[in-house]
């Protein structure tokens, strides 16, 4: 049963999904006010704006927070949240309507995509603790710090979202994701980093490494299966100096979740993650789909740093 004193406000990017939000939301109009809520809903009028218009709800006396969208629009959202200081108690639960290019936090969580079911199950959700993640890095010359509540990539992983922002016809569903994966697999040459997680050290050149806070990503990938978000860890794969026929011959492994299984793979877990770069090429950083800026690079899990509004586990 629905709680009418719930204050629900959702927050849409009219943008994601190549505007499929926009319809998402058309439909959503129509069965809100079916629910006994007090609510509203606003647009962000452009990349970033979700961001001022989460930091803007923190303000208010908001119970739950919804976005229309996808990954992208998450993460802008988480950002504005975390940005406002607030314990995780004080801030407002965060969902999603699923309407995105990428819904991989979603799938975490369980959150169903269609529009009718997702109002017809929203009553019996509960609110659970959800860490989140702080990354430094260099962004055109500068220190940039970014929040994200899903999955960190460097080497290939933010290679590979550097050419999809250049490249936006690359920008899908998972099977032009994977598309885009084996095609410019072919150009990457890995690069010579050191990785330092806790007093473990790896050097060399790296095919990827992966932080992560939930287990999927690329459109259901699982490049970090043993994260889980309210460990208070960070889950890391570090894959070293891969062969090309390697990686191809496991790629399936990418969405069963054994990548640990392939040599010269690792994973463990750690709360701080340091990134230098020992290459002649720029060593990028994206998280939760967003290409950040390069290296050197610190990431910190964030315990409990927010809460969301999803189904039981």
Request: one cysteine or more.
């Amino acid at each position: 049963m629905s709680d009418p004193l719930l204050r629900v406000l959702f927050l849409v990017n009219p943008r994601a999904g190549n505007g499929q939000a926009l319809d998402t939301w058309r439909m959503a109009g129509h069965l809100v006010g079916t629910l006994p809520w007090t609510w509203s809903h606003r647009m962000s009028q452009g990349p970033g704006d979700l961001t001022r218009l989460a930091l803007e709800a923190t303000r208010e006396s908001w119970d739950r927070l919804v976005v229309v969208g996808g990954d992208g629009s998450v993460h802008e959202v988480v950002n504005g949240l975390l940005q406002s200081g607030l314990p995780a108690e004080d801030l407002p639960a965060l969902s999603l309507l699923p309407a995105g290019s990428g819904n991989d936090w979603a799938r975490t969580w369980k959150i169903p995509g269609g529009v009718h079911r997702w109002f017809r199950e929203v009553a019996d959700w509960t609110v659970h603790r959800h860490d989140g993640g702080r990354i430094t890095c260099i962004r055109d010359g500068v220190d940039h710090s970014r929040y994200f509540m899903n999955v960190a990539g460097l080497a290939y992983d933010a290679w590979l979202v550097k050419k999809i922002e250049e490249h936006p016809a690359s920008k899908g569903h998972a099977l032009i994701y994977l598309w885009s994966i084996l095609r410019w697999l072919l150009t990457y040459r890995p690069q010579q980093a050191r990785v330092q997680a806790g007093d473990r050290v790896w050097s060399g050149r790296f095919y990827t490494i992966n932080a992560g806070i939930c287990r999927y990503n690329g459109g259901g990938m699982r490049v970090v299966p043993h994260a889980d978000p309210a460990a208070g860890q960070l889950a890391l794969t570090v894959a070293g100096n891969l062969p090309l026929w390697r990686i191809l011959l496991n790629i399936w492994r990418f969405y069963n979740g054994s990548i640990g299984q392939v040599r010269d793979v690792e994973t463990t877990f750690t709360r701080e993650i340091l990134v230098e770069n020992r290459d002649d090429q720029p060593l990028y950083i994206e998280a939760d789909g967003e290409w950040l800026g390069e290296c050197p690079c610190r990431i910190t899990i964030l315990p409990g740093a927010f809460r969301v509004w999803a189904p039981s586990k």
